[in-house]
């Protein structure tokens, strides 16, 4: 008898509520203004553009797909206002996070609400675990991947018997330093460190600290400095003025599109490590990339670097997930994630830790041409 | 007093607790008066808590008319109290909470000796370079948080004895919110009539009148500014179980910058003014925000034209257009 | 020769800091008016510099004329719009309507000229000296000569000219300088234009060390504070010689100590300082 109830209350419902397909909301929050906001405008075209690609083959799950972006300001207690927002317009799924404090103050107020919070590009250890989320996924890498990287290029490639390190001083330098040190531990690295000189992410004028460098002449300076659009351009320019002599080695990551506007030639030397280069090896036979690379190329004008990649692979990786798995609920989607391989993303196939770590591949390179920013790739 | 005198100021009072007691009724059901949603209530507690750390600041400009800029020293000590605290140690709410009103009471006493016998700008410049000494040590010393803070802090626990309140979303923090913001507007109506509040005003007004009635200037000042140190800490303890997350953020300029509008924009000692003021620039942020940088223009323009044509705040305004002569 | 080369260092920063302290030191002496748009004053100097080099084409030194002459009359269009404050002495709301400035400004040049780096080119900074061992640039050259003309003509000003009287008359008691005839408004307008002009002077020299940012500004100037406070406020041999004393030891403490810690070194001096001499800098 209560079958035939409950049944009967279904049909109804069917037949009482108009059937609407609705919009499947993707929301975004990076600084869009500020000293970030160039580099945050561009991971949200670049999910624009995928959410475009997606809409153009049917949608998701037969839906279409909408792009709602919000500006942090690189202000973590805006950051969390924006986030309540996206609550509230009941985003399926928000894409986020340029600067770590922001990412880690928004972490506990999405995941309390049940919204999908996908870290693309804020590197904090704490964002995965942190257990503010238990199901978060961060696509960017990781300085333990990072540090093996570059301490692999120094040791075996370099061969550098001294060893100096220019870094950052917040968590991400620190933790980088401490990583790569960890590293030549692990390779039982022949050599010494020599000299730690430290700067705050804002500082513009190096010369007491190179000074210092300079005075020591390691074989190779590992220098982490995340401020592309102002501290690290200065730096390579007053470092080549100091004529240093030391191999520049920089953190993965850092030699970023306005790095090479700004200080041009003087970057030619200059060694580093990368998870994206388009035009790259393994990329440039990457289908999938290519034709995000010429898609993005089209639509903004400008060639797609590492940050417009992180982008276009949350998107990827997020509405590949809800495609395997028909679902659109928060746990059902991280767990089509953490832990498994995602294929037909930008950067291949991407294969995730279970900690929602996105397992990276580097593109070691040297900077042969800073002024057209012409890379050779370096064997690894 | 004559009887008559008396009679009347009773009925005033009594009529105003009854006010008092029924905006103090809507305000704790507001939320759920406007939809009852998570974010209706995640709106209004932050605007609970930022208006009580605004209310630090009022003090010290209604009551000493200086200008701190180290306010978001108390507002950092609070939240990294409660994070460091219940993080590491696990101690509840109550405990955190004391720990705050201690430790803010120490940084102020401190700051406040050394600023005893400055005045105005270098008052100010020497509360900001107190801020950022604040900030320094916040951001390099891992031990307390470091650059990227402290993740992960508890849901709120206030042990009642009998049961233990825990505030883990944001409907459960809003009632203690409330109530914070509740006493904090209590203790602001009574101080005003303090003996310490109305000697405070006398030496601000009429310094010689306060002399020769024998208070000690210095005394006053080191008292109220020590006053109103735990009033923004507590905001700062609160902020921190609500955000989970602390951080050096809490010493950035965007709350220095919103306690300062929301004090000065409705005017100076009125009780509900910063209440007002922070509501104002919360909603224009949540609802009305036109982007980074228009942002920035409109509230800076707001901040510079309602000062300029109304330098008592926007009650200027309101007082010109023939407003009541209610005292707020 | 680290010795040597931290001392070059600590002059060439000093030199910046002296530069970009001056119109504010003056300002807060004589108007009592805390000017919370200075940071934002120096980057707009910095962009108008770098839009006269690159978008109109004007050489450096007519660049820098250019910057100056702009600011210049932002300021009289600011000044104007607070003279009512000013001549309320009402100090604290004035501090808050430079905040407000300010914040129209970066928001407003954000919009202007957009958020990415920029950098000025045709300047010395590229032009390195080799002293022996010791490096430098010709720009820093630049700044230190320019630093120590400006302050010689301004100092010159203040205590030769009949102007530079009428100044300090107003800067030591204006209501009694008004019952002298001084009109002490003229005199505030003059002296905010100048703290306008003197930061576009140091930001058109200063800024094109490194790639300049709309969102730059009040990280650029927070060392003002310390050069002013230190120096005494008001006191232009004091905030010339707390310049080049603040980038000294700025240079040694991170060439021996740590560099990362230098501005919390500095603030944590200014408060030490203040601690054991409250009095003497609560002056004027």
Redesign the interface.
């Known amino acids: 008898m209560s079958k035939i109830i409950r049944l009967a209350a279904a049909l109804l419902f069917a037949f009482a509520a108009p059937v609407m397909a609705q919009d499947i909301k993707v929301g975004t929050i990076f600084p869009l203004?500020?000293?970030a906001?160039?580099d945050g405008?561009t991971v949200t075209n670049s999910v624009k553009l995928i959410v475009d690609q997606i809409n153009a083959k049917g949608g998701l799950l037969g839906r279409k797909l909408v792009v709602v972006s919000k500006d942090d300001e690189s202000t973590p207690a805006v950051g969390v206002s924006r986030a309540n927002e996206m609550i509230a317009e009941k985003a399926d799924v928000v894409i986020e996070g340029w600067n770590s404090p922001v990412t880690l103050a928004m972490q506990p107020i999405l995941a309390r609400a049940g919204v999908l919070d996908i870290t693309a590009v804020s590197k904090s250890d704490l964002i995965l675990s942190g257990q503010s989320n238990p199901n978060a996924i961060r696509i960017n890498s990781s300085n333990g991947f990072d540090a093996a990287v570059i301490a692999k290029y120094v040791v075996n490639t370099l061969k550098a018997k001294t060893v100096a390190f220019l870094t950052e001083?917040d968590v991400y330098g620190n933790g980088f330093q401490s990583a790569v040190e960890a590293e030549f531990k692990t390779m039982n690295f022949p050599g010494k460190v020599v000299a730690t000189?430290?700067?705050?992410f804002?500082?513009?004028?190096f010369?007491?600290?190179l000074?210092?460098l300079k005075?020591v002449n390691p074989d190779a300076i590992i220098v982490t400095n995340a401020s592309n659009?102002?501290?690290l351009?200065?730096m390579v320019?007053q470092y080549r003025?100091?004529?240093i002599k030391s191999a520049f080695v920089g953190a993965v990551g850092i030699m970023l599109t306005?790095v090479f506007?700004?200080a041009g030639d003087a970057n030619n030397g200059i060694v580093s490590a990368d998870i994206y280069f388009w035009d790259l090896p393994p990329f440039n036979s990457i289908p999938e990339s290519n034709a995000f690379a010429a898609a993005f190329k089209k639509a903004y004008g400008a060639d797609p670097d590492k940050g417009a990649a992180l982008g276009a692979a949350a998107v990827q990786v997020w509405a590949s997930a809800v495609e395997a798995t028909k679902s659109l609920d928060k746990k059902t989607v991280a767990e089509a994630i953490r832990g498994k391989t995602i294929k037909g993303t930008v950067f291949g196939d991407a294969t995730f830790l279970p900690n929602g770590q996105l397992q990276p591949r580097y593109v070691v390179f040297k900077v042969v041409d800073g002024k057209n920013a012409k890379l050779e790739a370096l064997p690894q | 007093m004559s009887t008559i005198e008396q009679s009347r100021s009773g009925s005033m009072s009594g009529t105003r607790a009854a006010i008092f007691v029924v905006l103090a009724a809507v305000g704790f059901f507001l939320p759920k008066l406007l939809g009852g949603t998570s974010v209706a209530y995640s709106t209004l507690t932050t605007i609970a808590i930022f208006a009580v750390m605004c209310y630090g600041i009022d003090i010290v400009?209604s009551y000493l008319?200086?200008?701190s800029l180290g306010h978001t020293l108390f507002w950092a000590i609070g939240g990294y109290t409660a994070a460091n605290l219940s993080v590491k140690y696990g101690l509840n709410g109550w405990s955190t909470a004391l720990a705050t009103i201690a430790l803010c009471i120490v940084a102020a006493g401190f700051l406040g000796a050394?600023?005893?016998?400055?005045?105005?700008?270098?008052f100010?410049?020497?509360t900001?370079?107190?801020a950022?000494?604040g900030y320094?040590?916040a951001f390099?010393w891992d031990a307390i948080g470091g650059s990227d803070g402290i993740v992960g802090i508890a849901a709120l626990k206030l042990p009642f004895g009998f049961a233990t309140f825990s505030g883990l979303t944001q409907e459960d923090l809003w009632p203690v919110a409330f109530a914070l913001l509740l006493l904090t507007l209590l203790f602001l109506a009574r101080f005003r009539h303090s003996k310490l509040g109305t000697a405070a005003l006398m030496v601000q007004m009429n310094p010689a009148l306060a002399a020769s009635l024998g208070i000690d200037p210095r005394r006053i000042r080191l008292a109220v500014f020590v006053l109103s140190a735990p009033i923004t800490g507590l905001a700062g303890w609160l902020y921190a179980y609500q955000r989970a997350y602390v951080g050096p953020d809490m010493f950035e300029?965007y709350f220095l910058?919103l306690m300062?509008?929301a004090v000065?924009l409705i005017g100076r000692r009125i009780l509900v003014g910063p209440l007002i003021g922070t509501a104002i620039l919360i909603a224009q942020q949540n609802l009305f925000s036109l982007g980074?940088?228009?942002?920035?223009?409109v509230?800076?323009?707001?901040?510079?034209?309602v000062?300029?044509f109304w330098?008592a705040g926007l009650i200027g305004l309101f007082r010109r257009a023939g407003g009541s002569k209610l005292n707020w | 020769?680290?010795i040597a080369?931290?001392i070059v260092?600590g002059l060439?920063?000093g030199s910046g800091y002296a530069c970009v302290a001056l119109g504010w030191t003056i300002l807060?002496g004589v108007a009592?008016l805390?000017n919370f748009a200075h940071g934002q004053l120096y980057m707009l100097g910095a962009f108008v510099t770098w839009y006269a080099m690159v978008k109109v084409g004007m050489p450096y030194p007519v660049a820098i004329l250019a910057a100056i002459i702009t600011l210049g009359i932002l300021g009289a269009l600011l000044q104007s719009?607070?003279m009512?404050?000013v001549m309320?002495q009402?100090?604290?709301?004035l501090?808050?309507?430079t905040?407000?400035?300010?914040?129209?400004?970066?928001?407003?040049s954000?919009?202007i000229f957009?958020?990415?780096?920029q950098?000025l080119p045709g300047t010395l900074a590229?032009a390195?000296v080799d002293l022996g061992s010791l490096?430098f640039?010709w720009q820093d050259v630049l700044v230190f000569v320019a630093t120590l003309l400006l302050y010689g003509a301004v100092w010159l000003f203040t205590q030769k000219t009949r102007f530079g009287s009428v100044i300090r008359a107003v800067a030591e008691d204006p209501k009694l300088a008004e019952l002298f005839g001084i009109n002490a408004k003229v005199v505030y307008l003059l002296v905010f234009m100048f703290e306008c002009g003197a930061v576009a002077l140091g930001a058109a020299l200063v800024a094109p060390?490194?790639?300049?940012?709309t969102?730059?500004g009040?990280?650029e100037v927070?060392m003002t504070?310390?050069v002013?406070?230190l120096g005494g406020?008001g006191s232009i041999g004091g905030a010339l010689a707390a310049g080049l004393g603040l980038g000294l030891f700025?240079?040694f403490f991170?060439?021996f100590v740590?560099?990362?810690?230098t501005?919390?070194a500095a603030?944590?001096l200014?408060?030490i300082l203040?601690?054991i001499r409250?009095?003497g800098?609560?002056t004027k």
């Open positions: 203004s500020g000293g906001g160039p405008q001083n000189e430290k700067f705050a804002k500082d513009t004028d010369r007491v600290q000074t210092n005075a659009s102002s501290g351009p200065a320019e003025q100091a004529e306005n506007k700004v | 400009l008319g200086e200008v050394v600023t005893l016998r400055t005045r105005e700008f270098v100010s410049l020497v900001y370079a107190a950022v000494v320094e040590i390099n300029t910058v300062l509008t000065v980074g940088d228009w942002n920035k223009i509230l800076g323009a707001v901040l510079a034209l000062l300029i330098p | 020769m680290n080369q931290q260092n060439v920063l807060l009592r805390v719009a607070m009512r404050l309320t009402n100090l604290t709301s501090m808050i309507v905040l407000g400035f300010g914040y129209v400004l970066q928001g407003g954000a919009l957009g958020g990415n780096p950098t590229r390195k490096w640039t060390r490194s790639p300049i940012l969102s730059m009040f990280n927070i504070f310390v002013v406070v406020i700025i240079a991170g060439a740590a560099q990362a810690y501005t919390a603030f944590a200014l408060l203040l601690v409250p009095a800098l609560a």
